[in-house]
């Protein structure tokens, strides 16, 4: 099977190391606006990242499967709304 090949991926990696450097956070609502900005990027420069395209049409859905949880929250509400803490919500997002 050939590795994942995406930018957003190796991002939201890079990332999990050093969320404050690029979020300014643990918060699951930070993460999201800034996932927003990324998406809103794509929106202008396109580009053939397929698991991107996977991610942002698909993430809110199985965040509302794994929760059992289909309020309408967005996806970083339902991960705030059943963990304890900004961490923790963090470590479920990654």
């Not at 930018?7 to 190391?17: G, N, R, S, V, W």
């Not at 859905?61 to 289909?70: G, I, K, L, P």
């Amino acid at each position: 099977m050939d590795p994942i090949k995406s930018a957003l991926l190796d991002y939201i990696l890079m990332t999990e190391k050093r969320p404050g450097m690029y979020y300014g956070s643990f918060e699951v609502d930070d993460v999201r606006r800034h996932l927003d900005g990324w998406r809103a990027h794509r929106r202008v420069f396109e580009d053939k990242d397929s698991f991107a395209d996977h991610f942002f049409e698909n993430f809110h859905s199985f965040v509302e499967q794994y929760y059992r949880d289909n309020r309408t929250l967005g996806w970083n509400g339902l991960i705030r709304e059943n963990t304890l803490t900004d961490e923790d919500g963090f470590q479920k997002f990654v």
